[in-house]
């Protein structure tokens, strides 16, 4: 049987109301909003260029869901002309395309970076013939270090889902929420709670995971009070909401993990994804787009704080794939106003910006694979 024919029978099993988690794309038409205003502008710092070794010991990968070259420009815009982005000094790109098609979907561009395989749409931590293949989040774990997931998705989505689960297709959350337990990963910080609580199966997948050992909560302020162990921390039934609703989660979030990965003396991997940028571009809303934008650059900067101060980590920043096909039509740099046109509501073939900053930073540059993302990082990490 063709992976595509299992494939179908994986989509007629689970029937219509797996697509329920996907109904951000199909935006109401009061989000169609094609300027942003402007508005007040945060501080930018600027961090020190020097490190302390070679190579790291630890990598932070980053990953804007959607985020194309004129998706960080309407958030540079947006700040009056800064970013924390403006301290990646080494910057290449990324080319996106999958295995069976000229446009990849998050989870196909996902497990790229995770895997290092080219794959179809949809697949989960798989290759093209559905076989699974080690992430670098499991292979660092074999290493000994210490592992976190952070999104303002739900964690069972594509892009987190592909770091850590094996799948055929991305809407079996159910299945992917269970292949958590078949890791030792640290931290886990998302929505999502609906896939492990209110389950076909009856499993209680949190409370499995307490006697497992791990720490859950279900409220950011509790989330970020841990600074140790193994933590669960689920912020939402599904999906988180936009910045309006769920304020600063996702620069929090980034903090915590980090503080709890960095008790580990051998090291840890952290991918972090600011999951709704693409959500905007989706909806063809240069508003959404910029909110989300200046909400992932912040949580690169809580990112930044820790490189800098460590000197052993490297961080990498880059999308899936560009989302909207979102072209900045006009703008002002001193009151923060951003106008934009779109191409699609769909996802598109253009390559997306890859950043570098830390120990290894200098392997990120020029034109790559996406699968050479994955390659790179393991080599600096892993292969010592």
């Given amino acids: 049987m063709t992976k595509y024919a299992i494939l179908f029978l994986i989509l007629a099993g689970f029937g219509l109301n797996v697509f329920g988690q996907d109904a951000y794309m199909n935006a109401s038409s009061e989000d169609i909003e094609k300027t942003y205003v402007g508005g007040d502008a945060y501080k930018v710092k600027t961090y020190t260029q020097k490190f302390k070794s070679e190579k790291p010991k630890n990598i932070i990968l980053m990953i804007g869901d959607g985020m194309g070259v004129s998706e960080v420009f309407a958030g540079l815009t947006a700040n009056h002309g800064k970013l924390f982005l403006d301290n990646f000094k080494h910057v290449g790109f990324s080319k996106t395309q999958s295995s069976d098609d000229f446009i990849t979907d998050s989870a196909a561009g996902g497990t790229a970076i995770s895997c290092g395989v080219k794959t179809y749409n949809g697949a989960i931590g798989v290759d093209a013939d559905t076989l699974a293949v080690k992430t670098i989040l499991e292979e660092a774990e074999e290493k000994g270090l210490s592992t976190g997931l952070v999104s303002t998705s739900a964690i069972t989505h594509a892009t987190p889902a592909s770091f850590i689960a094996h799948q055929p297709f991305r809407g079996m959350y159910e299945a992917i929420a269970a292949d958590f337990l078949n890791t030792d990963i640290d931290v886990i910080i998302g929505g999502g709670v609906a896939h492990f609580t209110q389950r076909a199966d009856k499993r209680n997948l949190l409370k499995e995971l307490q006697d497992k050992g791990y720490e859950v909560e279900l409220e950011m302020d509790k989330i970020s009070k841990v600074k140790d162990g193994k933590l669960v921390g689920l912020t939402a039934g599904v999906h988180n909401g936009r910045v309006a609703e769920r304020g600063d989660m996702l620069p929090v979030a980034t903090k915590t993990a980090l503080n709890i990965l960095d008790n580990n003396d051998k090291g840890f991997f952290l991918m972090v994804e600011g999951s709704q940028i693409d959500w905007g571009g989706h909806a063809n809303s240069t508003i959404y ?23 052993e980590t490297l961080i990498v920043i ?16 001193n009151t923060g106003l951003v106008k934009g046109a779109y191409t699609s509501k769909d996802h598109t073939g253009v390559m997306v910006p890859v950043f570098a900053y830390g120990p290894g930073a200098e392997e990120f540059t020029g034109i790559m694979e996406n699968t050479d993302l994955h390659t790179k990082m393991k080599e600096l990490l892993l292969e010592k």
């Fill in 318 to 333: 880059t999308a899936d794939h560009e989302t909207g096909g979102l072209a900045v039509t006009g703008g002002d740099m």
């Fill in 289 to 311: 787009i910029v909110e989300e934008m200046l909400d992932f650059d912040q949580s690169i900067g809580k990112a930044l704080d820790f490189a800098a101060k460590d000197g």
